[in-house]
T-cell receptor, first 116, second 110 residues
Framework: GAVVSQHPSRVICKSGTSVKIECRSL??????MFWYRQFPKQSLMLMAT?????????EQGVEKDKFLINHASLTLSTLTVTSAHPEDSSFYIC????????????FGQGTRLTVV | GENVEQHPSTLSVQEGDSAVIKCTYS??????FPWYKQELGKRPQLIID?????GEKKDQRIAVTLNKTAKHFSLHITETQPEDSAVYFC?????????FGTGTSLTVIP
């Protein structure tokens, strides 16, 4: 299967600071990546769809200026949580499509963000 | 957009018994239905999937059934083992985006 690497796996930051999370496809080119947020014991909520070379498509209710997504290359998408607040604390996880005829989603390891 | 509902939210079974998790979806254009197993703090792992042109698929102790007319699909785990304990998510996709169910926390009691 395809490998998606997400970094960092855990991060603790102070309120008001920004945090960048990276999602990389290691052995394939991902024209599309997805960013999810998951609260404890809850499902994965799609935040946005990241398309290489174009602006991300955000789901309703997700603040674009709060969660900045950049997909500058076919192997890297980044999610920046700006001016983080404690309520932004969550598990963030990315997934990527291989574009090789598979419709399976390959997930990164996830990032546990804690804002103190 | 797509709306995926999943039941039950929690499920406890005795080791060796079967477990069934059900999902419904709303978008008739959805044509791919994967099931994921997620252990605490880890990424979801695909365990089985089914496409819309198939009614049933089986892989050892795991099977999935799909009823496109009724827009529902189910996960069946037979001969459950303690290591099957995890949260299971269904999802529906049109091939573009994935929409996940709310998850089922399965506990297999030894």
């Amino acid at each position: 299967g395809a490998v998606v690497s997400q970094h960092p796996s855990r991060v603790i930051c102070k309120s008001g600071t920004s945090v960048k999370i990276e999602c990389r496809s290691l052995d394939f080119q991902a024209t599309t990546m997805f960013w999810y947020r998951q609260f404890p014991k809850q499902s994965l909520m799609l935040m946005a769809t990241s398309n290489e070379g174009s602006k991300a498509t955000y789901e309703q209710g997700v603040e674009k200026d709060k969660f900045l997504i950049n997909h500058a290359s076919l192997t890297l998408s980044t999610l920046t949580v700006t001016s983080a607040h404690p309520e932004d604390s969550s598990f963030y996880i990315c997934s990527a499509e291989t574009g090789r005829g598979y419709t399976e989603a390959f997930f990164g390891q996830g990032t546990r963000l804690t804002v103190v | 957009g797509e709306n995926v509902e999943q039941h039950p939210s929690t499920l406890s079974v005795q080791e060796g018994d079967s477990a069934v998790i059900k999902c419904t979806y709303s978008d008739s254009a959805s044509n791919y239905f994967p099931w994921y197993k997620q252990e605490l703090g880890k990424r979801p792992q695909l365990i089985i999937d089914i496409r819309s042109n198939v009614g049933e698929k089986k892989d050892q102790r795991i099977a999935v059934t799909l009823n496109k007319t009724a827009k529902h699909f189910s996960l069946h785990i037979t001969e459950t083992q303690p290591e099957d304990s995890a949260v299971y998510f269904c999802a529906a996709s049109t091939g573009n985006q994935f929409y996940f169910g709310t998850g089922t926390s399965l506990t297999v009691i030894p």
